[in-house]
């Protein structure tokens, strides 16, 4: 009776992965040879291999500048949203005040509001104070999407912190800005890491409000790509769609092992 | 004044330490503490004893300033500090999980204290150094908290609670986390340091054994107050309530009403000796209860004179345990209650076997009067 229903289990399992591989992996896998074809078009197979495609990349200033554009947007985001969400989950898990939840409930919300709806928002919010198609700009809508994963990530860090060794620090003559520099902050860090990584992605693949607040003059590397897929559908997409790809996958790895790293006791 | 405590410890002055007046904590509707009153000596060492929930950590955490009291007064040296922050409070305080830095060396949580007070850098190491050399852990200066066993742990806590010579230690319930044969060691190590040092100790634990070990005086916590300060041979010898006499040490209550100078109960009538009778100064029929430790109860036959100045009450052997250094005898009495008796082995004794009618005999200065339930 068990044994058989273990079986069906491990049945079942298997079938859930193949799914998985074949329809969520899959597509992003099967994008990175289409980017080395010799052939003209985007296609699956590709034909024969060359790095032409790569070469047009680097060559056309809308890449290029889509790229750097992103790379300085996600940078940015995750260097101010660490310390705004760094700050928030400080005050969320330590602080006493009235509507705590719900504070909370509302730094969280961007990962439930819908995109588009942010989006249009943030559009007509920004464009009154000359913001949209600017870095500035650009950086606070994605910080404002980002910020809840740090918050979430320091608030983890936070609960498995001993508070304890807080209240030794303030015994042993240390105020509470020395206590958070010497003793939370060091303790904390690996959350604070990886959240900075999670928005640094959030910030790096953002499309749909990315698309509202450029202007020809400002394009980040997601919406040039959409742009150009609306256009000509050439592999030039695929290179760039590798490139973006080896960059998510990257920090995402260096986020786990930020995670792994030895917990505070 | 120049005073000796029971333990024999130098008191150097006759200075108040600290001070606590009228101490109340509510949390909500609950009095977690409800109103204590406590001096304590320059150079004493004085332990807070009571089951969990008796207000005794939240007495300590409110010391130290990490808790804010509702109402009440705490001094030290004289200064109120009821308002001053945990950082500015000048108190060394060791925790029961050690609260060391898991991010720095020994080593540096010694030095943290030092840092804080802009001790020079030359001067604090050499403190460090010789707080290592204190707690007998010299080399151990470069090891990581992790790297340490928990007694190791401890005292290197211990270390980083006095370097900075605070001018109170507080310790709460320090060696719960070890095991029974460490914990006896540090008990000692931690009385030789912080006599050595002449530090200013107060204590939390409800191990009773360890309060009796350590302490110059103790403070008995009930329900949030302090039910009774004494050495540990005053509560021992001389409890004033049922609660310090049930919660300190093994006794044998006996249950009746206080009537011309004895205590009256079905099972017999017991004379009480003039001087418990007047500590306890119990209105006449108020309910009693009368107090024998076990090593004061003798086993004799039912058949034979009662010495004078004995009480006795018959009682039936149920088990006989061998311990060692005593004999314990579990009896029952005709109502059935339980008694222990233990008798010391290596003296003339006469061995009692299970289902022996026997009589227990006590000497009337033996038996401490305090109020019974309901009093």
Request: glycine share 8%; hydrophobic share 45%; aromatic share 8%.
């Amino acid at each position: 009776m068990t044994d058989s229903f273990r079986r069906w289990n491990r049945s079942l399992l298997v079938v859930f992965g193949v799914f998985v591989i074949v329809f969520l992996i899959g597509p992003s896998i099967v994008i990175v040879p289409m980017g080395f074809t010799a052939g003209q078009s985007l296609s699956f197979p590709p034909v024969g291999f060359s790095l032409n495609w790569y070469g047009k990349m680097l060559s056309d200033p809308a890449w290029t500048s889509g790229f750097i554009n992103s790379f300085q947007v996600a940078v940015c985001t995750a260097v101010v949203a660490s310390v705004l969400g760094t700050m928030t989950a400080l005050g969320i898990a330590r602080g006493r005040f009235p509507g705590k939840t719900i504070a909370n409930a509302l730094i969280l919300s961007p990962l439930v509001v819908p995109v588009i709806v942010i989006g249009i928002g943030m559009f007509s919010f920004f464009v009154r104070f000359k913001l949209s198609g600017t870095l500035v700009g650009m950086v606070i809508a994605h910080t404002a999407l980002s910020v809840p994963y740090v918050v979430v990530s320091v608030s983890t860090s936070l609960r498995s912190m001993d508070r304890n060794l807080e209240m030794a620090a303030a015994n042993l003559g240390a105020n509470p800005w020395r206590t958070f520099r010497r003793i939370t902050l060091p303790l904390i860090m690996p959350g604070v890491f990886a959240g900075a990584l999670f928005a640094f992605l959030e910030s790096w693949d953002e499309v749909v409000v990315s698309i509202f607040m450029t202007t020809t003059k400002f394009r980040t590397l997601p919406v040039v790509m959409w742009e150009q897929v609306r256009q000509v559908v050439d592999p030039t997409v695929a290179a760039v769609a590798t490139v973006l790809l080896a960059t998510t996958t990257t920090v995402l790895t260096l986020a786990l092992v930020v995670r792994r790293q030895t917990p505070v006791r | 004044m120049s005073a000796h405590l029971p333990s024999g410890r130098a008191v150097r002055t006759d200075r108040t330490a600290l001070a606590l007046r009228g101490l109340r904590k509510m949390f909500g509707d609950v009095a977690a503490v409800a109103g204590v009153d406590l001096d304590v000596q320059e150079g004493e060492f004085i332990t807070l004893l009571g089951p969990s929930g008796s207000g005794k950590t939240t007495t300590l955490r409110m010391i130290a300033g990490f808790t804010e009291q509702s109402a009440g007064s705490i001094e030290i040296d004289g200064v109120d500090v009821s308002t001053v922050p945990p950082h500015k409070r000048d108190v060394g305080m060791v925790f029961q999980n050690y609260a060391l830095f898991p991010h720095m060396t020994s080593a540096e949580n010694i030095e943290f204290p030092l840092q804080m007070r802009k001790v020079p850098k030359a001067e604090a190491k050499q403190k460090v150094a010789d707080a290592l050399k204190l707690v007998k852990l010299d080399s151990y200066g470069p090891r990581y908290p992790r790297q340490m066993s928990g007694g190791q742990q401890q005292r290197i806590a211990l270390a980083r609670a006095v370097v900075f010579q605070p001018r109170l230690l507080l310790m709460d319930e320090p060696l719960g986390a070890l095991d029974k044969k460490l914990r006896e060691a540090l008990q000692l190590e931690i009385m030789h340091i912080s006599r050595q040092l002449g530090a200013t100790v107060i204590y939390v634990t409800h191990d009773q054994e360890e309060a009796l070990v350590m302490s110059d005086r103790i403070a008995i916590f009930h329900d949030g107050k302090i039910e009774q300060l004494g050495s540990g041979e005053d509560l021992y010898e001389r409890p004033i309530s049922l609660f310090v006499a049930d919660f300190i040490g093994e006794s044998n209550i006996l249950h009746g009403k206080f009537a011309g100078g004895s205590v009256v109960a079905e099972l017999g009538t017991w004379r009480v000796g003039d001087a418990a009778a007047a500590r306890a100064s119990l209105g006449a029929d108020s309910p009693a209860a009368l107090v024998v430790r076990p090593e004061r109860l003798r086993l004799i036959p039912r058949t034979g004179d009662v010495p004078a100045g004995v009480n006795t009450v018959d009682a039936t052997v149920t088990d006989v345990l061998y311990l060692g250094s005593t004999r314990k005898y579990e009896l029952r009495l005709a109502n059935g209650q339980g008694v222990g008796v233990r008798q010391q082995l290596g003296g003339p004794e006469t061995t009692w076997n299970p289902a022996d009618e026997v009589r227990l005999a006590w000497d009337v200065d033996a038996g401490v009067l305090v109020a019974g339930r309901g009093a």
